[in-house]
């Protein structure tokens, strides 16, 4: 019996700390282990309210584990939404933000050493802050595609939910450096960010050829591999934009 107890407490917390989670499907997996062993523990002692409810959440948390996996790369789901890198929604969602994404960086300030961040982070080279800065009036005319210095800017959205932000600067002879790509914690475990890259004509509009990250801790790997960019020998990645 005092095995059976450890079950029945086990499932207890995990619901418990499944609640306290940030990331949906980290919540999920929890949440579905928790109800699986509350089920069978109330299951095994005859308390069939109690097993009946855990075992419908156990179903639910199915239900929508297929669906977010199912849902994980649906462009049908996903939308990119191009915004200028003035724009005040923008500069809002970066305020809001700026402590995330300053400690989930892919892409180190400068002199700053490259981050352990887990998954897709952000900073620029050379930004002072992770939020977007105030306008400037001697900053590029962004209404010229192509001049060095401006930023491209997109939203990923899910609905009406902003799941991501990407942004692009442009640093001349059709580079762009990719300075920001940054997930909301409820969707870290999964990579809206591809989005972006799969529609790459919008950077060659811009006359762009090739994205560039100077550098990436190893737990971005994965995702730059799954988005395209390709290691090179100086610790950069890259990813050649096909012509529009």
Do not use: K
């Amino acid at each position: 019996m005092p095995w059976w107890e450890i079950v029945g407490w086990a499932g207890s917390v995990l619901v418990v700390l499944s609640l306290m989670q940030a990331r949906v499907w980290r919540f999920r997996v929890m949440n579905l282990v928790g109800a699986v062993l509350a089920t069978a523990y109330n299951a095994v002692f005859g308390i069939w309210a109690f097993a009946a409810m855990n075992g419908a959440i156990a179903v639910i948390d199915v239900y929508w584990l297929w669906r977010l996996r199912r849902e994980r790369s649906d462009a049908a789901v996903y939308a990119v939404v191009e915004v200028a890198r003035d724009d005040a929604y923008l500069r809002h969602v970066l305020a809001v933000h700026a402590d995330d994404v300053a400690r989930h960086r892919t892409v180190p300030a400068a002199g700053a050493p490259a981050p352990g961040a887990s998954a897709p982070g952000a900073s620029a080279p050379g930004a002072s802050a992770p939020g977007a800065p105030a306008p400037d009036a001697h900053a590029p005319d962004a209404s010229a595609p192509g001049t060095p210095g401006d930023e491209l800017a997109f939203l990923v959205v899910r609905g009406d939910e902003t799941v991501g932000v990407v942004l692009v600067r442009d640093d001349g002879d059709g580079t762009g450096v990719v300075a920001l790509d940054w997930v909301t914690p409820r969707f870290r475990d999964f990579t809206p960010g591809e989005f972006v890259y799969r529609h790459s004509d919008v950077f060659a509009a811009h006359g762009l050829r090739r994205l560039v990250v100077p550098t990436a801790p190893p737990g971005a790997i994965a995702y730059l591999e799954r988005v395209g960019f390709r290691a090179q020998a100086d610790g950069a990645w890259v990813r050649e934009v096909a012509a529009a």
